[in-house]
Every structure is written in C-alpha cells, then in structure tokens.
C-alpha cells in the first residue's frame, strides 16, 4: 500500500505562484511513476504530470513551460511548483502513484491522495 496526503492549494490571482506537496508513505520501493492530475467542477480527471522513478518528467501541454513536477527522496515527497497560474487551472488537484509503466490516464493509478483545491481568480 502508498499512502498520499497533498497540501498546499488556496486561493490565488491570476499570475501568482504555488507549490503543491504530496507526502508518500508506505510501500513507495514499488512505485513506477509518481503524477498529478486535476479537475474542475463538471470536467474529467485530467492529467498534469508524473515524474518518472528514473527522474524523468512528463507534463500536460496545458502546463508545460509553467509548472514543474519535482521529488525529494530523503523527505518522501512529491512537489508540483506551479507558477503563472491562470483561471483555467482552477481544480482540485490530486497526487497519484503507479506501478505501470504507462500514466497519463487515472486508470493507469494505483493509488490517490485526497485532493487539494487550487482556485485563481481572475
């Protein structure tokens, strides 16, 4: 079992930053891939970025150029660092973990944190 806890969402205006943390616990030695997906009011699951065991990085083309998926293995935790934050990036965003090779799909997951809102206002 991986157990995933997010923090870090809020309320901000369009063009600011923030920083979302995922706190991975449990049996993290199987784990493939490490992503974010999010999802707005009425929306599906979307996929955001992963972070490959290898350190690779992946990201939505929504996203890329402004967000930046990182992990820390001394502290067993994932970041998603997302700057010029845009209303359209409204959503509850969700830290994932897989054992699959493949992960741009939330089927693709094994395991999900709770969520964490993220609002911009205009």
């Known amino acids: 079992q991986v157990q995933l806890d997010e923090t870090g969402g809020g309320l901000v205006q369009t063009g600011a930053s923030l920083r979302l943390s995922c706190a991975v616990s449990?049996?993290?030695?199987?784990?493939?891939?490490m992503g974010w997906f999010r999802q707005a009011p009425g929306k599906e699951r979307e996929f955001v970025a992963a972070?490959?065991?290898?350190?690779?990085?992946v990201y939505a083309d929504s996203v890329k150029g402004r967000f930046t998926i990182s992990r820390d293995n001394a502290k067993n935790a994932v970041y998603l660092q997302m700057n010029i934050l845009k209303p359209e990036d409204t959503a509850v965003y969700y830290c994932?973990?897989?054992?699959?090779?493949?992960?741009?799909?939330?089927?693709?997951?094994?395991?999900w944190g709770q969520g964490t809102q993220v609002t911009v206002s205009s």
């Open positions: 994932a973990a897989t054992r699959k090779t493949t992960f741009r799909l939330p089927y693709e997951y094994d395991y």
């Open positions: 449990g049996r993290t030695s199987s784990t493939y891939a």
């Open positions: 972070i490959l065991w290898t350190g690779v990085t």
